[in-house]
């Protein structure tokens, strides 16, 4: 469900036109609406309201936004961060650090740094050499780094492969047949307080055996490391619930669907869970609004070209992702094209001989349930200035992050003595 209609035959953002955001803004700008936002959050937050009072930390990488962080923080969610950049950006956003967790496997020492000055709630921690090097700089500061450690319970996640991160050949956590001996390592460390345990096994989990099979292991670790004399107090069961991107596709179990299954996969616990959601929240929230810039017919298809391109929307060219497409202004006709971009390079297609309306030069065209995993993975390639990003809510709206104009990109280079 999100806030994306038609009022008057033209599509708008909750009570803003898109017209008037591309009129004043231009193309192609990221477009989110607050009340979607707030709405996911909401519902995520009362589908596990019965398993106490859990810690839900936004995945901050699924949509970095200050703005959109912020009206998170205006809903009580924390943040998952994996970097000092996103640390950063959480507290910027007025996300209080005991709401934040830091996960990922390559936690630097400076970054592990930020983080004990900051005081965050939790180091979900990925190797036993990560515990040793967190400990020592937790006691080069006199600080005690309070630790979980993220656990690789060997599940098939049934996601697309570049987002699996649960397998046994994945690089993330602990291996499970390790876990044991990992904790008894990290009781042993001056700098570090066990506190938990966590797993995340990918993102667009589309089933919810996956996620019940890596729970049951958390459960029966839980249970085998109280009986080796830890003590646990949280279990963070990550992120990775999916959303509906193609119409066409079964829609992924809803939040109440996945609250019931972890209350039921949960019970006896006796811990805080933690939860770490990032595409459910923002990934309806978004679209990238666009606009034809021509029509052309090749040799086998007819071509839509947009002035939107792979460098701002990544996910068609990097998983073959399905985002669908919605005309700004429908005029009830359609037509079967192939969607690219300006960018040079066949994988700039959005879609391939898609049956969607009919579009002419200069009409809008948006991609939809591009909130999550969009703007975040922009990049300026083709010299392709950054993606502008809006907010809107109700009948208001602002730019939250203005276009980069060319300039500013190519003052980012300078030139060395020698060609100066
Ligand atoms: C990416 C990630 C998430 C969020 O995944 P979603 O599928 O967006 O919910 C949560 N936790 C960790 C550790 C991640 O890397």
Not at 98 to 106: E, K, L, T
Not at 302 to 320: C, H, K, Q, T
Request: with cysteine.
């Amino acid at each position: 469900m999100d806030h994306f209609e038609l009022i008057d035959g033209v599509l708008h953002a909750e009570g803003v036109s898109l017209e008037t955001i591309a009129a004043q803004v231009g193309t192609p700008v990221y477009v989110y609406s607050t009340a979607t936002i707030e709405r996911h959050a909401q519902i995520f937050r009362e589908a596990l309201a019965p398993t106490g009072d859990p810690l839900i930390a936004f995945a901050v990488k699924a949509n970095p936004n200050r703005a959109v962080l912020a009206t998170l923080a205006g809903q009580g969610y924390g943040a998952d961060v994996v970097s000092a950049g996103e640390l950063l950006r959480a507290r910027a956003a007025g996300i209080p650090a005991d709401r934040i967790v830091f996960s990922g496997v390559g936690k630097t020492a400076d970054e592990m740094r930020l983080a004990l000055n900051e005081g965050i709630f939790q180091f979900n921690v990925e190797s036993e050499p990560e515990a040793e090097m967190l400990s020592a700089v937790a006691c080069e500061l006199g600080k005690i780094a309070p630790i979980a450690f993220r656990i690789n319970p060997d599940v098939i996640a049934g996601t697309h492969a570049k987002i699996s991160t649960g397998g046994k050949e994945n690089k993330f956590g602990v291996a499970y047949d390790r876990a044991l001996d990992a904790y008894r390592l990290a009781a042993s460390l001056p700098g570090l307080r066990v506190q938990g345990v966590a797993v995340h096994i990918g993102s667009q989990l589309t089933n919810l055996d996956p996620l019940r099979a890596a729970f049951g292991k958390v459960g029966a670790l839980i249970a085998d490391l109280r009986a080796a004399g830890h003590e646990l107090q949280t279990a963070d069961l990550g992120g990775g619930l999916g959303v509906p991107y193609d119409p066409a596709v079964p829609v992924p179990p809803s939040p109440a669907a996945y609250g019931a299954m972890v209350v039921e996969a949960t019970q006896g616990w006796n811990v805080r869970l933690m939860f770490e959601p990032g595409r459910l929240i923002v990934a309806n929230a978004g679209v990238l609004l666009s606009r034809v810039i021509r029509v052309k017919q090749g040799a086998a298809n007819a071509f839509v070209i947009v002035d939107a391109a792979m460098n701002d929307l990544l996910r068609p060219s990097l998983y073959d992702a399905w985002h669908d497409i919605r005309a700004v202004r429908p005029t009830g006709e359609g037509m079967t094209a192939t969607v690219v971009g300006p960018v040079c390079e066949t994988g700039d297609t959005f879609a391939t001989n898609r049956a969607m309306p009919e579009f002419a030069a200069d009409e809008l065209m948006v991609f939809a349930t591009a909130g999550a995993y969009g703007a975040t993975m922009a990049s300026t390639y083709n010299s392709r200035a950054l993606t502008p990003e809006v907010l809107v809510k109700g009948d208001q709206w602002a730019v939250v992050r203005a276009r980069q104009p060319i300039e500013t990109l190519i003052a980012a280079d300078s030139l060395p003595d020698w060609l100066d």
